[in-house]
Structure formats: structure tokens, C-alpha cells
Nanobody, 118 residues
């Protein structure tokens, strides 16, 4: 069992920046892929970004060039640096982790709210 805890959300003006963190209760070296989804009001949960154990990254088109995902295995933490934020980025952001093996295919955090508004 791995617990994931997101932090770093908050209220920011359009054009501003935030850095989200996802801290794991155990080693993330066994996580083949980690990433972020988000869910705005009245919307489906949508993929935002992912990073593999080899640090290969993937982003949804609308955040490319603005968001950067990274992981620090020594701190068991993943990050999402968000810049040039837009009101449409407003959502609850959830981190996830997929282990290399085991019964559980994906762990989820409880989410952190990001609100982009003037």
C-alpha cells in the first residue's frame, strides 16, 4: 500500500505559477509511471501529464510548454510546475502512481484544488 499526498494548490491570478507536489509514503523507484489528472467542475477527470521511471514525459496538448512534470526518487516526490496559468486550468489535481508489479494497478491521491482567477 502506498499513500499519495498532494500539496501546493491554491488561488493564483491568470498568468501566474504554482508548483504541485505529490509525496509518496514509500519508495517511488518501484513506480513505473507517475502522473497527474485533473477534474474541473462539471467535467470528466482528464489526463494532464505523466513521467516514467526513465523520466520519459507526456503531456496533454493544452498544457504543453506551460507545465513541467518531474520526479525526485530520493525524496519520493513528484512535481508539477505550472506556469502561464489560465482560468481553464482551474480544477482539482490528482496525482497517481502505477507500480511495476503487484495487485494494485494504480494508486491515487485525494487531490489539491487549483483556482485560477483574477
Amino acid at each position: 500500500q502506498v499513500d499519495l499526498v498532494e500539496s501546493g494548490g491554491g488561488l493564483v491570478q491568470p498568468g501566474g505559477s504554482l508548483r504541485l507536489s505529490c509525496a509518496a509514503s514509500g519508495s517511488i523507484r518501484e513506480m513505473k509511471t507517475m502522473g497527474w489528472y485533473r477534474q474541473g467542475s462539471e467535467k470528466w477527470r482528464e489526463f494532464v501529464a505523466s513521467i516514467t521511471v526513465d523520466s520519459d514525459t507526456n503531456y496533454r496538448d493544452s498544457v504543453k510548454g506551460r507545465f513541467t512534470i518531474s520526479r525526485d526518487d530520493s525524496k519520493n516526490t513528484m512535481y508539477l510546475q505550472m506556469s502561464s496559468l489560465k482560468p481553464e486550468d482551474t480544477a482539482v489535481y490528482y496525482c497517481y502512481a502505477e507500480p511495476e508489479s503487484g495487485v494494485v494497478s494504480r494508486y491515487w491521491g485525494l487531490g489539491t484544488q487549483v483556482t485560477v482567477s483574477s
